[in-house]
């Protein structure tokens, strides 16, 4: 099992830190994906090193793409690699979850029309202007994408995450 | 379930934001406790809320305690609150984790001679001065105590501690 956690400056160290450990928990290989395979700096300056490059192709080789949110949505949904990565990752059926503001890659990615999701509250206009049907929830899920309103989120979101893969041919 | 992490100025954010999140995922309700109930400070500057000030009877209160590393343990450990808290929860059989540098409270505690225990590599000498069956393992449990040399630690820690739920009383 693979899963990538896009990356980028400014994100938000929580949405970043708990699905990284949780994910290597349940046995995912974890790569950070960014626009380029270099360092990023959280919004409080914690360093990762992402160590792959992001590529279109590389939808195939991940079964879970994760967004973290904090402002690196704002800078993922520039790079056309990321956007389209993420877009074909919802079209081949891979689980993509996105946390907070990180649903602004969705809708760069356009695959958030007539789909259910949700996201931090500031960004809940430029949701529906993308024609979204935005249910004003914690967390949720509408086929393979998973979005939550914040950190506090994260617990039912990753809860839903692994009730796709039961239902999913990830292998276990 | 009730847990509590223990929290302290200089905390490491990957150590406290990755159990915060997957207790609450389990569905505990989890408490930051500190040696008073105010505002502390990650390394990065990452503020968080102690809910809870730290008294010795609460180790009857939680089912897990889990102490991050960063150096806030070097704080908790000058708290005599916080080491009866932490000494009588081993006592009594509850879950104490401790990650990284946090080993150095259970020394405080009294509760490491003889046993199977690791830590960060920095302070493997205090402890086998401390009477500890230091063994170089990332992740390790002996009894009641689970530890980690660092947030790499942490997935297989998890994976220990729900073992360890599995054997125990704590109500599912």
Excluded: Q
């Excluded at 290989?29 to 792959?52: C, F, I, Q």
């Amino acid at each position: 099992m693979r899963a990538a956690i896009l990356v980028e400056d400014l994100f938000d160290e929580r949405e970043l830190i708990y699905p990284f450990y949780r994910l290597k928990e349940m046995g995912f290989r974890v790569d950070l994906v960014g626009p380029e395979a270099k360092t990023y700096r959280s919004k409080l300056g914690l360093e990762v090193k992402a160590d792959v490059s992001a590529e279109p192709e590389l939808a195939e080789a991940y079964d879970v793409i994760w967004i973290p949110g904090g402002y690196a949505p704002d800078r993922l949904r520039r790079s056309k690699k990321i956007v389209e990565m993420v877009r074909r990752a919802v079209e081949r059926g891979k689980i993509v979850a996105a946390v907070c503001h990180a649903p602004w890659v969705l809708i760069s990615a356009g695959v958030v029309k007539g789909r259910r999701v949700t996201g931090f509250h500031s960004i809940w206009d430029d949701l529906r202007n993308a024609g979204a049907n935005l249910v004003e929830e914690e967390a949720t899920v509408d086929g393979n994408i998973i979005t939550g309103t914040g950190p506090d989120a994260m617990p039912e979101m990753m809860r839903l995450l692994i009730e796709l893969m039961g239902s999913s041919s990830i292998p276990k």
